[in-house]
């Protein structure tokens, strides 16, 4: 997996623009953060990690259920089934009566 990139430049410049941020980066150092260099693939994510815990979402990705979005594009998007998720989507969205 590809890693966000970023050096010494930018701590700088963070460092100086907030100082409570430059003391944590102190702190804490460089960090290792994941990128998906697939804009509408990264957005999808996004999407199903807010509807969702975020460990939920990672396994999700990571199951038979990602296979579809190694080749996501928009144009897919109306043909994908998930009756999984929407038979709970339906129990989650029903009005109690």
Excluded at 31 to 58: C, G, M, N, Y
Excluded at 73 to 87: D, E, G, I, Q
Excluded at 89 to 95: E, I, T, W
């Amino acid at each position: 997996m590809q890693l966000f990139q970023y050096g010494q430049r930018e701590i700088d410049h963070l460092t100086r623009r907030d100082k409570k941020l430059g003391r944590a980066i102190g702190q804490i150092g460089m960090i290792e953060r994941h990128v998906t260099p697939d804009l509408f693939k990264a957005l999808v994510h996004s999407v199903v990690a807010q509807q969702i815990s975020r460990a939920a979402a990672d396994t999700v990705w990571g199951t038979g259920y990602a296979e579809g979005f190694r080749t996501l594009h928009p144009a897919m998007l109306p043909a994908l089934r998930f009756p999984k998720f929407n038979n709970a989507a339906c129990r989650c969205a029903r009005p109690n009566t």
